[in-house]
């Protein structure tokens, strides 16, 4: 029998509705791909005007990067990280953060209440920022917790973080090692020999899958271990293949994180992304996110990303942090516009898209792929071979010629 308190009461209504779909989004990720993104004849218009704009925009190499020179110039100072991160650099969090020059502002710290930490100064600490664009909505936007990768005595912290917030998503974008050698997370989620507990909280993990794209996708189950509520289901998505600093050879996976993540519905909590520090990988990531999730809803806002990341920035520090990060956010954004766009005819062409798509067009040279040092690659007598040392091999019967990479090439940089 309903209890008196939710008979008749659309909120209750309202609160099922949305935990039901959070449901039966693990429920289709257990078996199943996630779907190809359906779009209604005005999304279909939204999305075919971004595409064309971010086309062209592309073309603009010179200024795209002259515009992460101009984020970077205004990047916040030592003086004013003082005054606004004040809770932060308090002497009795300073252990609470990875790194010393990554910290939350106040105005938008994800603050714990009840927090393990019962001393007054800490505030309900945690390094961890919420994160939002303007023109986002609960209901149709993604919001972001954007923090870094917890430590061993915060572990409790992050989960309790999840619960307060009903966080339905964590997206893992970081190793736990990097180099044999360099801690970048701690392990707070693995629990595949049963429950796992830490402090009050206790993790179940209820099934996990590997996809073709290298993601690790778990679904835990997140409770206060004397709690007679049921526990709190939570979709753990981990790409450790992302390099610290840099970007992915492809989009393919970061575009299949979008839209394993885009199923859940934006109203039922917000998703939480970290890295290592919490701001370059993750400010790429929840960059593209939101982007994508604008355009659908045809917010012209959206295609002006220096604003995007600038608003980002205003709220966690160093969001997006290298040039070959903001060129990335272009390069995903396209490709996933060309791929809601396109409409396969058959098994065999959707395959061959794939297969395409796992290398991805240079937008400067119709390159097809990033070539590695000692790959060979065609290229036609009207295309421009992208900088670094090639050496001409032979001509191909197309009227191609097939040369040799004999340097790594970074494609971004080209100023």
């Known amino acids: ?48 005007e971004a595409l064309r704009f971010f086309k062209e925009k592309f073309q603009c190499r010179e200024v795209i990067a002259q515009e992460f020179a101009d984020i970077q110039a205004k990047r916040l100072t030592p003086s004013e990280m003082l ?26 710290r994800v603050i714990l209440n009840p927090c393990k930490d019962y001393r007054p100064s800490a505030h309900g600490y945690i390094n961890a920022s919420f994160v939002s664009a303007d023109g986002s909505s609960s209901e149709s936007v993604s919001r972001f917790i954007a923090t870094q990768g917890p430590m061993p005595h915060t572990f409790e912290d992050f ?29 707070y989620f693995q629990a595949e020999n049963g429950p796992r507990d830490f402090g009050n909280i206790a993790i179940l ?6 996809t073709k794209n290298a993601l690790l996708l778990r679904h835990l189950e997140v409770n206060y271990k004397e709690s007679q509520e049921p526990p709190l289901s939570v979709l753990h998505v981990q790409y450790p293949e992302w390099p610290d600093h840099g970007v992915p050879e492809d989009t393919l996976t970061v575009r299949e994180i979008f839209r394993v993540t885009h199923q859940i519905p934006p109203s039922v909590g917000p998703i939480v992304v970290h890295c290592s520090a919490g701001i370059g ?103 421009k071979l992208p900088r ?18 004999k340097t790594q090439f970074n494609h971004h940089k080209t100023l």
């Open 159 to 187: 989960w309790e973080m999840a619960i307060q917030n009903r966080c339905p998503a964590v997206v893992m974008l970081t190793r736990l090692v990097d180099n044999y050698r360099w801690v970048k997370c701690g392990d």
């Open 83 to 108: 005054r606004s991160c004040t809770v932060a650099l308090d002497g009795v969090n300073l252990e609470k953060n990875r790194y010393k020059d990554v910290i939350p502002f106040d105005k938008n």
């Open 281 to 383: 990988r993750t400010g790429t990531y929840c960059t593209i996110h939101n982007t994508l999730q604008r355009i659908l809803i045809g917010d012209k806002s959206a295609l002006d990303l220096v604003n995007t990341i600038s608003i980002f920035r205003s709220q966690r520090i160093g969001m997006v942090q290298t040039m070959d990060q903001f060129f990335f956010c272009y390069e995903a954004i396209i490709d996933e516009l060309e791929d809601i766009l396109s409409e396969p005819t058959s098994i065999s062409d959707w395959l061959k898209k794939r297969s395409f798509d796992r290398f991805p067009r240079s937008r400067s040279t119709g390159l097809t792929g990033y070539p590695k040092a000692g790959q060979t690659t065609v290229f036609s007598a009207n295309q």
């Open 1 to 48: 029998m309903a209890s008196a308190s939710s008979v008749g009461d659309p909120t209750a209504s309202s609160v099922s509705a949305k935990s039901n779909t959070h449901q039966n989004v693990f429920d289709s990720l257990a078996g199943s791909p996630p779907p190809r993104i359906s779009i209604t004849p005005d999304q279909h218009k939204y999305c075919s």
């Open 205 to 210: 993990t209820k099934w996990i899958k590997t």
């Open 388 to 405: 670094g040392s090639w050496q001409k091999k032979k001509f191909n019967k197309t009227g191609g010629t097939l040369y040799r990479r």
